[in-house]
């Protein structure tokens, strides 16, 4: 069925594709720090995979061929076409796309960072066992193990 279908192989295709670049790019920004790396991958996911729909005239007078595209490939062929109407709509919905998944990005990197909400609850324990907040624990002398 997948064969002999063009378009759900070529959404396939894309989606493997940008999975690819996804990773490529994800792993090439090692450099960065997380905080910079989650938002860009998502930001760089959420412009590939906004779907918008398209229109193209056909060779017969009055047809035309209408489906879904991603966005980003829309708003490149009305580059190309100078077919601002088109441009302006899939643009809008790229940049939509982009700033969903920033804020994506921003929301992960939030729940994965190391000791998120880790002080507060040292905070209260420290309170709750007469420690007070301002107060560091003072260094304990180390036990060695005993056999039998």
């Known amino acids: 069925m997948f ?3 063009s378009m759900p192989l070529l959404w396939l ?4 594709l940008s999975l690819l670049v996804l990773v490529a790019g ?15 991958a998502w930001a760089v996911a ?3 995979w906004v779907p918008t729909r398209f229109r193209l005239p056909l060779v017969e007078e009055g047809e035309f061929y209408t489906g879904m595209a991603p966005a980003v490939v829309v708003a490149t062929v009305a580059i190309l076409e ?5 441009f302006t709509s899939s643009a809008l919905l790229v940049a939509a796309g982009g700033g969903l998944g920033l804020a994506v990005g921003l929301l992960q990197w939030r729940m994965l960072r190391p000791g998120a909400g880790y002080g507060e609850k040292n905070e209260k324990n420290d309170r709750r ?8 624990r003072e260094p304990r002398e180390r036990r060695e193990p005993n056999i039998g």
Not at 26 to 40: D, E, S
């Open 3 to 5: 064969t002999t279908d």
């Open 13 to 16: 295709t894309y989606l493997g």
């Open 26 to 40: 994800y792993l090439g920004l090692a450099f960065l720090p997380r905080v910079l790396r989650l938002p860009i």
């Open 46 to 48: 959420g412009v590939l």
């Open 82 to 86: 100078r077919n601002s109407s088109v």
């Open 129 to 136: 066992n007469g420690r007070g907040a301002g107060k560091s």
